[in-house]
């Protein structure tokens, strides 16, 4: 009897060695999948985030186009080229369905504003992945801006939308 107790004592069998490497296997596999989840996780929110700070700019730059043209007489020869009804008017072709971007290499109350649809409102000459629209809804003293950033991604198309009420604060 002493003899069997000392044979099994000897180390582990190829079962017992083939189930622990098993095990270790699924318990590997099982923590990639989480990394990977996290990692993908981690890229869209920083699409993400990317996004929403371009589509505040886009508020924000035409924000500033507003306030330059109703506070600073940028062609003294010109009057029709200053003022609240100037702004109105370079807003004007940029309603939903003819949303319009601009050209972000050169900002400033001067910039282009073009018109723009589907992917050709992209920036930075297209290579960033991100397409930004804006559009207005214009009242007689309010323009309200809409400021839309969208990317394309591994799992879909997403898309940032934001808006702001811009009024005539000064008479």
């Not at 699924?26 to 923590?31: A, E, K, Q, R």
Request: hydrophobic residues 35%; glycine residues 8%; charged residues 20%.
């Amino acid at each position: 009897m002493s003899k069997f107790l000392k044979k099994n004592n000897r180390g582990f069998t190829l079962v017992e060695t083939l189930v622990a490497i098993s095990i270790f296997t699924v318990s590997i596999l099982g923590m990639m999948a989480v990394l990977s989840g996290s990692i993908s996780d981690t890229r869209f929110a920083k699409q993400k985030l990317t996004a929403t700070y371009l589509a505040q700019e886009g508020i924000e730059y035409i924000r500033n186009m507003r306030d330059t043209l109703v506070l600073y007489d940028t062609d003294p020869s010109n009057p029709a080229q200053h003022g609240w009804d100037a702004f109105r008017t370079k807003m004007n072709s940029c309603r939903a369905g003819n949303e319009c971007g601009f050209d972000d290499l050169s900002p400033g109350p001067t910039s282009h504003i073009f018109s723009c649809s589907g992917n050709n409102c992209g920036l930075s000459g297209n290579y960033s992945g991100f397409v930004r629209k804006i559009w207005t809804e214009q009242g007689a003293n309010e323009v309200k801006i809409f400021s839309e950033t969208s990317w394309k991604q591994d799992s879909g198309d997403y898309k940032v939308t934001f808006s702001e009420n811009l009024f005539n604060w000064i008479q």
